[in-house]
């Protein structure tokens, strides 16, 4: 094996590990991205780190801590192109700079436009090698939700489901639990785990009066719990707006209801968030995205029935998809689709899949794709 190629492997061996510190952060840091960082010297790590939450160091900067006096003349490699703005923390790019550090390889750049490759800059002005990593790729997919909130200002939204072979998320009375098996459901409150936020409409919580919280046997941090109901038809004594369980709850619904209506749930501790209507009565689902970005929510999983799924598709605030395959058929027309509403009229307008990943879970079948192209970064 040449020289060129054993370095080529050292680096993606260290940028993995990179990306395997950067995701103990993932659903915790916003509103900045999940980033990991290892400092190598002389073939051997010296440093690891990854930023835990907002308010606290940066990954370079725990990995500078961990590797002390032997940063000096260390390679450097991180997800994310280091910071050179001053935010709640300093800039990485002088901390490298100032241990010493000879060389950075970098995951993706910031797509943040306080930083959009100033950064890098920053860094080969001091004299720093400056190269582009491997796993660029993994490393985009791991900020899509940073990138998404930071240029538009809304939410990075997954639309999970659980449906039949032939579709169906619910038998025709309206019976789902349970579609798919143990082991899918243990990976769905993982995720719930690595998300700001759970939304989903009035309809479901109607019809199963979900929790939304985490329940893992190794503990796990609850999503805020989002129910968007525009006329007001839930109960506050709803189990999704229960205090019981920590964690923020918030209702969204639309302009016009009157104090005495809200004050059942504003008394329970629920945030309320009020949005204008369309002309068709219903909330508009773009304001909605941008009011929930603007409180904090970087990563959205909607968790929802056929007319609440439907509405985001149509309205392309999908950005991707998580699909359970159960291996059950109800065998009719009558059932709960994925999807309610008017859908695409001719098959170039269809919405398409990219990034497509297929893998077992059980005795499930889990579909995994982008909506729409991650934003770049």
């Known amino acids: 094996m040449s020289a060129d190629r054993l370095g080529a492997d050292l680096a993606g061996e260290y940028m993995l590990r990179a990306l395997e510190l950067a995701r103990l952060g993932e659903g915790r840091t916003a509103p900045n991205p999940p980033v990991g960082a290892v400092l190598v010297r002389d073939g051997h790590v010296v440093g690891e780190g990854y930023h835990p939450r907002a308010g606290e160091p940066h990954a370079e900067i725990f990995a500078l801590r961990a590797a002390g006096d032997k940063a000096r003349g260390a390679e450097l490699f991180v997800t994310l192109e280091p910071c050179c703005h001053v935010g709640r923390t300093g800039p990485c790019t002088e901390a490298l700079i100032a241990a010493g550090v000879r060389r950075v390889w ?25 190269i582009a990593g491997p796993l660029s790729a993994e490393c985009r997919r791991l900020i899509a939700p940073f990138a998404r909130h930071v240029l538009t200002g809304r939410p990075y939204v997954i639309l999970k489901a659980a449906v039949t072979l032939d579709g169906q998320l619910a038998t025709s009375s309206g019976e789902s639990q349970w579609i798919t098996g143990e082991k899918s459901r243990e990976l769905v409150h993982r995720w719930r785990d690595r998300v700001d936020g759970i939304l989903t409409g009035s309809g479901t919580v109607l019809a199963d009066d979900p929790r ?101 598709l149509r309205a392309g605030l999908v950005d991707r998809l998580r699909l359970f395959l159960a291996p059950l058929l109800f065998g009719g027309a009558d059932g709960r689709p994925l999807f309610s509403g008017r859908g695409a009229v001719r098959l170039s307008a269809a919405t398409r899949l990219a990034d497509l990943q297929l893998s077992r879970i059980g005795e499930d079948l889990l579909l995994e794709g982008e909506v729409a192209p991650c934003l770049p970064g």
């Open 106 to 130: 970098y995951g993706t750049t910031d797509p943040n436009p306080q930083v959009a490759g100033e950064g890098l800059r920053r860094l080969q002005a001091a004299g720093i090698d400056v």
């Open 212 to 312: 939304l919280t985490v329940r893992l046997p190794d503990g796990g941090r609850n999503p805020a719990r989002i129910v968007l109901d525009g006329r007001l038809r839930t109960s506050p004594d709803a189990r999704v707006y229960s205090a019981e369980a920590p964690g923020r709850r918030l209702l969204v619904t639309r302009t016009g209801h009157g104090r005495k209506q809200l004050e059942p749930f504003a008394g329970r501790g629920v945030e309320i968030l009020e949005v204008p209507c369309r002309d068709d009565g219903l909330p508009d689902l773009h304001v909605v995205m941008t009011r929930l970005g603007a409180v904090g929510m970087q990563c959205l999983m909607i968790e929802a029935g056929g007319t609440l799924n439907g509405a985001l």
